[in-house]
């Protein structure tokens, strides 16, 4: 049974920094390429990063700069570092990992940023 658990998530005030974590159980983690996605309320989910099995790190735009995705094959976790947070970067936050046909997600985070 594939799992996907994040944690991390929280309330923090504009320019705050998080760090997600993402931890995969049930999937050989090493093949996968693992991505964060955001869904803010009466918003399409979005991506917002992702890290190849190899290692190769894509950002989105509003995010580029400010979050660093990296991931520790030894640990099954993948993880998204949040600094210069912004009140728009206010969402549910998911993690996914997929390879070729499959694609997994977690339960979702909480990420709030509000003074």
């Known amino acids: 049974q594939v799992q996907l658990v994040e944690s991390g998530g929280g309330l923090v005030q504009p320019g705050e920094s998080l760090r997600l974590s993402c931890r995969a159980s049930?999937?050989?983690?090493?093949?996968?390429?693992m991505a964060w996605y955001r869904q803010a309320p009466g918003k399409q989910r979005e991506l917002v990063a992702h890290?190849?099995?190899?290692?190769?790190?894509n950002y989105a735009s509003s995010v580029e700069g400010r979050f660093t995705v990296s991931r520790d094959n030894a640990k099954n976790t993948a993880y998204l570092q949040m600094n210069s947070l912004k009140p728009e970067d206010t969402a549910v936050y998911y993690c996914?990992?997929?390879?070729?046909?499959?694609?997994?997600w977690g339960q979702g985070t909480q990420v709030t940023v509000s003074s």
């Open positions: 996914n990992a997929a390879m070729r046909r499959a694609s997994h």
């Open positions: 049930g999937i050989i983690f090493s093949e996968y390429t």
């Open positions: 890290i190849s099995s190899g290692g190769r790190e």
